[in-house]
């Protein structure tokens, strides 16, 4: 357990309070890496008032009363430097739902939880404690966590949108030695980096970093940002690993597949670069910027279906046997079908019916569903991903020789980038985005909107003063 305490308490001064905060806390839920916890510490350091953290785990011990000793201990330690802010990261370790047996550690588990509960009906609105809690797990946390008066608030923190991680790029390259412009630099690098969450572009700016240092650089260019990209993606190169020349052939065709197949579908993201350079698992690699976008039409996931089985096609056209290298599409394309059939009712026999898929690790001890529905939606699944196929394997047919050129150049480069591709196969036939301003284009302006609701402009100023706070010496831990 960690407390951090500011110079002075701020606004939540106890004498004449601009605030009476309540036990009813909040709870940030969300991706991992989106900024739960930095959200949660900015909240103290902007509140100026003692920040008190502590780990879900911290209080799960092999001793019985030992995880309800702790909870008490920490809740009379908030009470004792009140006002201040209670944070508790992932509270799913503790917080996990009662089930009606419980033997050896998980009754400790529970008593736990009891206890946890018990300490935030204790609080009253004088208290002067904000309880905040941390969570990528908000489905299996107890019910009688979340009711009002507890945790009965939920901010959902998502993966940020274009105009976020150019803000957050802005943060992350300000230290970074670069002659590139950072301002143009950061839009480029949020719109080659759809779905990245805060840490996974933390993580891209020091790799730069790391590969520009590694080459003796003075600077750092733009070619290493995207190498960064590429192994954060894909997993780091392996050059020193030896295909035989048959494999190499197979490798290149399947990822010539993909990208001829991608090039002329109208749905499939745009394609940014193709390699047969081993990379992680991988023996190849096909890099694709895909839209920022969260609904899709029956058209656009069949696309990207036949997209990925594109390889597979290929290696059927050109060598008349298939190989193992298929399998991570395949792996995709399943997922993809039965989230059609299951999840988002696209399927005609099934009907406009959701059902719950089981998350990864998770025990599945009973279909939602009756067995003759079981057997219906697996064979809506294997039909859809075979009509899938057939169109791929039509659709390559027909432009054979182009995947043919891709697949030799392949061979002699290694990698192709998007200008390789147009010089073989001519323009894409189907307009796409590439840019930063094409992708914001019609959302207002060109930055992210950062400034706070009306009427609380001024909400951390001195209510004496009307000014904020002094600038504070930093914090020291205790």
């Not at 509270?91 to 009891?114: W, Y």
């Amino acid at each position: 357990m960690h407390i951090v305490f500011p110079q002075d308490d701020g606004i939540f001064q106890q004498d004449n309070a601009r605030y009476h905060t309540s036990a009813s806390g909040a709870i940030l839920t969300g991706p991992p890496g989106t900024g739960k916890t930095l959200l949660a510490k900015a909240t103290a350091g902007e509140a100026n008032v003692p920040f008190i953290t502590v780990s879900g785990s911290e209080f799960l011990e092999m001793f019985v009363g030992v995880g309800p000793s702790r909870v008490r201990d920490m809740f009379s330690l908030a009470r004792k430097n009140a006002p201040c802010i209670l944070f508790i990261d992932e509270i799913d370790a503790v917080g996990r739902k009662r089930g009606g047996r419980s033997f050896g550690g998980h009754s400790e588990q529970e008593n736990t939880l009891n206890q946890l509960l018990v300490e935030m009906d204790g609080f009253n609105t004088t208290t002067n404690v904000v309880v905040l809690a941390a969570t990528n797990r908000v489905d299996i946390l107890d019910q009688a966590l979340l009711r009002p008066g507890r945790f009965d608030r939920q901010i959902f923190v998502p993966a940020p949108d274009i105009k976020g991680r150019a803000s957050i790029f802005k943060v992350h390259l300000q230290p970074l030695k670069t002659l590139i412009d950072k301002m143009d630099l950061s839009r480029k690098m949020a719109a080659l980096t759809p779905g990245f969450t805060g840490a996974d572009i933390a993580n891209v700016c020091n790799e730069a970093a790391l590969i520009a240092a590694r080459d003796l650089n003075e600077s750092i260019h733009m070619k290493h940002f995207e190498q960064a990209i590429e192994r954060v993606v894909a997993g780091m190169e392996k050059k020193t690993s030896v295909l035989q020349p048959e494999e190499k052939r197979t490798v290149a065709y399947h990822e010539a597949g993909h990208a001829v197949a991608g090039w002329f579908l109208e749905h499939a993201d745009p394609l940014l670069k193709v390699s047969i350079i081993p990379r992680g698992k991988g023996l190849g690699y096909a890099q694709y910027l895909p839209k920022e976008q969260y609904l899709y039409t029956t058209e656009q996931l069949f696309d990207r279906m036949c997209m990925t089985l594109g390889g597979r096609c290929s290696e059927q056209i050109f060598f008349g046997k298939i190989t193992t290298g298929a399998q991570d599409d395949l792996r995709k394309v399943t997922q993809s079908a039965y989230a059609q059939v299951v999840q988002f009712g696209m399927n005609e026999k099934v009907g406009q019916l959701s059902f719950e898929m089981p998350q990864p690790g998770d025990m599945v001890l009973d279909k939602p569903y009756s067995e003759a529905t079981s057997q219906l939606i697996d064979s809506e699944v294997r039909s859809l991903i075979s009509r899938a196929y057939d169109r791929t394997l039509q659709l390559l047919k027909e432009h054979q020789k182009d995947v043919e050129k891709v697949a030799l150049r392949l061979l002699d480069k290694e990698i192709l980038s998007r200008d390789d591709m147009i010089e073989l196969l001519g323009a894409r036939p189907f307009k796409e985005k590439s840019t930063y301003e094409e992708f914001v284009e019609g959302t207002g302006s060109f930055e992210e909107d950062t400034t706070l609701p009306k009427g609380l402009e001024g909400w951390n100023k001195d209510p004496k003063t009307d000014k904020k706070p002094s600038p504070k010496p930093a914090p020291t831990e205790s």
